[in-house]
């Protein structure tokens, strides 16, 4: 890439005007190392470990229980809808943010902030007052037959609040820094608003619209706090794969439980992974910016 | 196509980018918006366009109010400073978005579109970037393809905003040259809005000088050069001479001295005084309206420019002489000034 190289050659100059002494410089990285060994590598090397601790048919057969497939069924779906759902939210909410100027916008941004500062708990809580027995339209829907709680609806509705800021804070920096000079262009050439949507803006934030659902999806199916509190934790229904996981670590079967733990983990993994590309692409769409 | 605009009106919260603008461009005139940022030149150029909607006024194209249509069906090529190409697309693909977005009914077929983004490619003369992205392209590069896409569309009025303000000196001036004998080929009506006087002398027929949001002054780039009907005109295109001078029975007096011009009829009381710096005629001590001691001397090509200390004052100016005589730092001259003109108040 011929657009990087100038980058590289402004850090290689960095390199030489470091100062700290080698010794320093060697006890600081050995510290994050032995930090990140203890914290982050050691826990899941044991997750895999404690899955393959009874080989490898344990394993796979703990991954084959009824109860399993159904949390694991039951996770895919919800992080379907949320990452569905979010997607637009997401986009409409950026695009409003960044390409338009109205009042009352900052108070929008930290709107949109709020799932990440409300416990999980607290989010899950929220839609236990609104949808359970007690609650203000629980009533209501008991009386129309409609089930919200302690099920799918609540679980999705849960993880979509949690989830809901990934999509729309990857979108709008990005968008912000893109102006909106191409949108305009593209409708003083005659374009309507949906061909400039799908024909100039989409197509540039499309990596960051992956990043934002990378994030996203990991999150919801991960999601353990909210969907905890309005699951019911009914099994083979109402069991996603983070609370099966700890069902099933409450009842000793550690093989089991860490079989589903080593699937999050895995996704964690690839999430990193396509993580780690999707930046590069960020990355690259900045350095080529038309300025 | 012509373009009419009356009392236009545009606040941007409590600040008035337009003020009461009225303005009129003829079918096929090439018009440049002059004036330095924050005159509302390009609010203008944006409400011409339908990017932005005034508080009040009407804009017009030949007798039909522009108003009651959206950017999307009022037919107007907008060029941007930062030229807005699609990133994303090849430099053939950005030329043919106009084409590609109009409705199916008019829309010409693959053949049709390729031929017309060809021709306009030759146009300007950058048919072998057709496979290239805009990130590949030179400034320049990028804005004669921007004027491309805008052309594509066969747009009724041209708008182009500052359209050479983000290249560098060389390939600003050839493309001056360029777009005026383009303008010449496809006769479009066209107003570019700059902020670089030299520009807007050298390539428009009629230049609009602004300011605050008003329009001050319109006029051939020989009329607003030579009479600058006021004293911001006159201060902002060309380099002037001001000194602060007061005006009383016909008298003009510097820090309390009279210098030797006359008022032409100049209201009496605190004025300024408006001289180019190459009429000012040097000569002998003594030989002129103000006597001074120079500071400094250099030469650029055909003249030499000085800086003279006035006497009995602190002023310094700054004037450009023929290298006729060659002035050294340390002689005392006379200045005589050829042309000035006298604009009452201080500011």
Redesign the interface.
Known sequence: MP?KQPQRVMSAARDDLRTEPRPVRFVIITLAVIFLTVFVVLPLVVVFAQAFSKGVGAYFSALSDPEALSAIRLTLLVAAISVGLNLVFGIVAAWAIAKFDFRGKTFLISLIDLPFSVSPVISGLVFVLLFGAQGYWGPWLQSHNIHVLFAVPAIALATIFVTFPFVARALIPLMQEQGT??E?????????GL?TFF??TL??IKWGVLYGVLLCNARAMGEFGAVSVVSGHIRGETNTMPLLVEILYNEYQFVSSFAIASLLAMLALITLVAKTILERHLDE?QS???? | MSIEVKGLVKKFGTFAALDGVDLKVATGELVALLGPSGSGKTTLLRII???DWPDAGEVTFDGENALAH???E?????V?Q???????MTVFENVA??LR??PRAVRKNEAGIRARVRELLDLVQLDWLADH???QLSGGQ?QRI?LA??L??EPRILLLDEPFGALDAKVRKELRQWLRSLHHEINVTSIFVTHDQEEALEVANRVVVMDRGRIVQIGTPGDVYDNPATAFVHGFIGESIVLPVDVSDGCVRLGGKVLGIRADGAASGASKLFVRRHDMQVGPAGSGAFEGKVRHVRTFGPIQRAEVALSGGETVIEIDAPRDRELRTGDIVGLQPRHYRIFAGQD
């Open positions: 657009m000079q191409e305009e262009a593209a409708i003083s050439l005659g374009a309507s061909q024909r100039v197509p540039n769409g080529t910016r038309v300025h | 366009a339908g990017l959206g950017a999307r009022r037919h107007v090529g907008f941007f930062h030229y807005a190409l699609f990133r994303h978005f106009g977005v109009q992205y805009p990130s990028r921007a896409r805008a594509a569309i």
